[in-house]
């Protein structure tokens, strides 16, 4: 629990996408002339990493690094992840940092990964699935909480290239705990490299390409995350429409943070003694909701509170599409399936960010309202692929 703990908070302040740089770097983008689109576009380049995850989990499943198959990635993950922010801090222009960020994706994509294959070992273990998932995303919202927070108060006290190189430096430290916590914490078997072993995982592996139920599983959790992104243009939509200030939009992200960490509790508290099935209902209908809020969207008042109710209902949506993944992961193949169930989430919201601002630009003529109504739509679509699932009942016994 510690060890998730830990991973996790440097995720959320490391990755580019949601971490301490991500404001700031989207602000200093559009200082410098982009459209949502182009930013948009610009930030897919750095989901490549989070799509291809299942040959990271397919490597660490079969070729132990050092006698280890967790362990010794996660350390080289780390300092990948430090030098390549410390080289941002230093950069100046967005085709010279763009590779660097990359490689932030790849280290953050490989570490989430890895943990994600060790939740899915211990989840079996221990019977804790989704309590694992759920230490995981509450301590990745804290930190993100925090990051918001940083950025927003940085693009107001700095020039906007000043405040994107010293989010990158202060990323840049965090890395450091996970290699820290890899050497301290991860107590994990060594394992020989040898033909018995691979023959073992790969039969594994081709196990879950056949399975029926995983097939099904994925196609749900693309149809559950591909709903039409509105953060792109709700961020220009609040910077140029509404005039919020870019410390406020950092507030508002603290705020959805806080949405998150209470869906965190809410689900320990409340939530763990329903089944898969009703979980998955119940985060689908939070989710429509919360989106279709975002159309009473007037001010700040308003902002502050669609954006904690957002954070609320992903994180129980998070939760509840985790928990069925990490369950039904199969032994020897879990860095590999976790990590492909994963990818295909990611790939689903890279192509849902990207059609949304595509819509926001061509179709809606930059209103937002629309675009709303479409992506709550999407939403809601995927309760009629939840009876495919099969999902039994008995989900409380399987997860204490």
Known sequence: MLFFAIVYVVEGIGQA???????????????????????????????????????????????????????????????????????????????????????????????????????????????????????????????????????GELIERLPALSAMQAAAAIAATAPVAVVLASLLLLDERKRPVNREEMRQTFQSIAAALRSRKLLLIAIFLFLYSFAPGFGTPLYYFMTDDLKFSQSYIGLLGSIASAGWIAGALIHRWLLRGMTAKALLYLSIVLGTLSSASFLLLSGEVTAAIVNFANGV???????????????????????????????IMNLAEVLALNTGAFLYEQAFDGRLGPLIVVSAASTAFAATVVPLLGLTTDREARTR
């Open 313 to 343: 209902a992903m994180m129980i949506a998070t939760i509840a599409a985790l928990s069925i993944a990490a369950d039904h992961c199969p032994e020897r193949a879990e860095g590999f399936a976790f990590a492909g169930l994963m990818s």
């Open 17 to 151: 996408r949601v971490g301490i740089i991500f404001q700031p770097l989207t602000y200093y983008l559009k200082d410098l002339g982009w459209t949502p689109v182009q930013v948009t576009a610009y930030l897919a380049i750095l989901n490549f990493p989070w799509i291809i995850k299942p040959i990271f989990g397919l490597v660490s499943d079969s070729v132990p690094l050092l006698g280890y198959r967790r362990k010794s990635y996660l350390i080289i993950a780390g300092i990948c992840a430090t030098a390549a922010y410390a080289g941002i801090a230093r950069s100046s222009e967005p085709s010279a940092f763009a590779l660097m960020l990359l490689l932030t994706s790849y280290a953050m994509a490989t570490a989430s990964t890895l943990c994600g294959a060790l939740l899915a070992e211990n989840a079996r273990t221990f019977r804790l699935g989704s309590l694992f998932v759920g230490q995981q995303w509450l301590w990745f919202y804290i930190a993100i909480m925090a990051s918001a927070f940083v950025g």
